[in-house]
């Protein structure tokens, strides 16, 4: 008997990709359960066939009732399935009935237990994120009705639904999790990465809110989700054990390979550039194929400046770096999340278009880097050669044990011990720029989407306006059969078109000027939306030190662990000083080149409006 499934979340097939369009509540009959790469073929009720997610379904069992009183998609479903088997024969029934309902717990079957969304495609509907998106909030929390949450520039975030985790504790030993931070591993072959598509996602930068803030935890949330992995989301990824006491408290730090130099310069504590500065030039975007054509992608063409040679990656690769440049550096330095993934129109020339854009920039940002550029996980995703030296190396970084707060054990200030209060008086300061800065990012953001309505809207109609009444003038003049205004009329014919060549100037413009301040500012969200919990694992820090006297008191700790402490969190501070050096001078780069670009291009927009209005002008003669 042929198999028959419930469709949960409505799902919009991709047009030439073999997938099958189906809604909420339609029962469908599977013709192939496991195609791959979390898809299932079926057929609906029509006799149409194509491809479906797996988690956007639930099979039915042949009596018509769900089993174990909820939907299990088919993918759970196999799950259980070994399951019972297995522990079938290692207890007794009990215990195995008991172990059962422990996993339907995990996968959302039980009502205590809040289901998760599938993980990919997410249906729209679900892509809602509420204030606590905001990654300011928790780490503002403390502070006496100082630093609440603030609105986005856009209307919604654009990610595939996550939650913040907005536990305001103020024990740091619960730590602040990375408002970017993945959540875990995706389970499956190496092969077996995460399809190139993820929830819905808007298309146009200048409809985002949140996306920099939430984008990655929630990339990371639905693969933990997948995975039924449980990870806490108040700890930064890859910490084996809890809290930065893992690097604090460590009798004896490991002499890792890759040291991390911190020198002391004109401005203050400063990352050591390598002698040799290089870019990734990201090009030629092509459509690939893979199970027998029946799913679809798109590959880059990475090159970077100081080999010219290429490799090809396709966007789960950039996401995957993402990931690792998230789990061993986060604590220590933001890393922007990538352009979010969409679904439909996908394979648009313009989509297309803007993510090469978006990955371009977020590719050279990570190039001026001197930690992350030189890192051996960066280069090997840029230089290797063959597809073995590819698994070998990802193999390598996904073990890779200094990550988290683990990644201050490699890094060696070339300066004396800060104290204390100097320690924390550089983290206030940090916190304080940063918050400011990003009240002032989102406020720009907020402005200038108005702006970019008004010019892609009502403005050009206004001006359009104005020409079409003046050629309709010019029409009146002209019935009135006098002689002596021809030339009048022809001048206000004229004047009437410029004004409507000036509406098509006016809606084309932002994408001259405004698109790339606009991409700056979204760009320096990310970065913002990350210090919060980079501030706040340094606060955890500071009290924890302040803590040591009793800790030494009750013998709990040595002096000498004591002392290791305060070293270890000037480190720390001496870090977070050395990223904040290298932030401002790139700030006032970015921020110095965009902004006089904007102005050039607004010089040159009213110089070609006003030599429109001057040959307007000169058909008119003084009388």
């Known amino acids: 008997m042929a198999t028959k499934a419930r469709v949960m979340y409505d799902f919009a097939a991709e047009p030439g990709n073999n997938e099958l369009t189906v809604n909420e509540g339609e029962i469908i009959t599977i013709t192939n359960p496991d195609v791959g790469g979390g898809w299932l073929e ?292 933001p890393i922007p999340s990538l352009p979010d993934k969409q679904v439909t129109g996908r394979f648009e020339e313009e989509f297309i278009k803007m993510r090469m854009e978006r990955l371009q920039a977020w590719m050279t940002r990570m190039c001026r880097h001197p930690v992350i550029s030189e890192s051996e996980v960066f280069q090997q995703f840029l230089n290797f050669r063959d597809e073995k030296e590819w698994k070998t190396g990802k193999r390598k970084a996904e073990r890779d044990e200094l990550a988290g707060v683990m990644i201050f054990s490699t890094m060696e200030p070339e300066a004396p011990d800060l104290d204390l209060v100097e320690i924390e008086q550089k983290c206030e300061a940090v916190g304080k720029f940063t918050k400011a800065m990003d009240d002032g990012v989102k406020e720009l953001l907020t402005v200038g989407q108005e702006h970019w309505k008004r010019c892609t809207g009502p403005l050009p109609k206004e001006y359009q306006k104005i020409g079409k009444a003046l050629q309709s003038l010019a029409t009146v003049f002209s019935s009135s059969g006098y002689q002596g205004e021809t030339d009048l009329n022809d001048a206000i014919t004229e004047a009437g078109k410029t004004y409507e060549e000036i509406a098509s100037l006016v809606a084309e413009q932002p994408k001259k000027d405004l698109h790339f301040l606009m991409e700056c500012n979204h760009e320096y969200k990310g970065f913002l939306g990350c210090f919060p919990d980079i501030i706040g694992t340094h606060k955890g820090a500071i009290e924890k030190v302040k803590e040591s006297d009793k800790l030494v ?53 009213y110089e070609t409006i006003a030599e429109k209005l001057r040959q307007a002008l000169s058909h008119f003669p003084v009388m």
Not at 575 to 590: K, P, T, V, W
């Open 553 to 605: 008191a009750t013998s709990k700790i040595t002096p000498q662990d004591k002392q290791n402490m305060v070293k270890r969190v000037s480190t720390m501070s001496y870090a977070l000083q050395a990223e904040m050096n290298h932030f401002h001078s790139n700030r006032i780069y970015d921020y110095n080149s965009v902004i006089r670009l904007y102005l050039e291009q607004q010089v040159q927009f």
């Open 42 to 333: 079926g057929r609906n009720m029509k006799g149409e066939r194509g491809l479906v997610p797996t988690d956007y379904v639930e099979i039915l069992p042949s009596d018509g009732k769900d089993q174990f009183s909820c939907g299990n998609s088919v993918a759970d479903q196999a799950f259980l399935d070994s399951l019972s088997a297995s522990t079938t024969q290692a207890s007794s029934s009990a215990a195995s009935s008991n172990h059962q309902v422990d996993i339907l717990a995990q996968i959302g079957c039980v009502e205590s237990i809040s289901q998760s969304p599938p993980s990919s495609p997410s249906p729209s509907f679900i892509n809602k994120v509420g204030s606590g998106s905001d990654p300011w909030s928790a780490w503002s929390a403390s502070k006496s009705g100082n630093w609440e949450s603030s609105e986005g520039w856009g209307a919604k975030p654009d990610g595939a639904g996550a939650q913040r985790n907005t536990n305001t504790s103020d024990n740091w030993d619960t730590a602040f999790g990375h408002p970017q931070a993945y959540q875990g591993p995706a389970t499956g072959d190496d092969d077996d990465w995460d399809e190139d598509w993820d929830g819905p996602k808007s298309s146009s930068y200048f409809k985002d809110s949140e996306s920099a803030d939430a984008g990655g935890v929630q990339r990371g949330n639905s693969r933990a989700s997948a995975s039924s992995m449980k990870i806490p989301l108040n700890k930064f990824p890859g910490f084996a054990k809890p809290g930065t006491e893992q690097y604090l408290l460590a009798k004896q730090l490991a002499k890792p390979k890759e040291k991390i130099p911190i020198i002391v310069g004109d401005y203050g504590p400063m990352w050591v550039y390598p002698t040799s500065t290089f870019d990734c030039v990201v090009a030629d975007p092509r459509k690939g194929s893979k199970m027998y054509g029946l799913k679809s992608y798109i590959e880059y063409q990475l090159t970077p400046t100081n080999t010219n040679r290429s490799v090809n990656h396709r966007y789960k690769h950039f996401d995957w770096l993402y990931e690792r440049l998230l789990v061993k550096f986060g604590s220590a330095i």
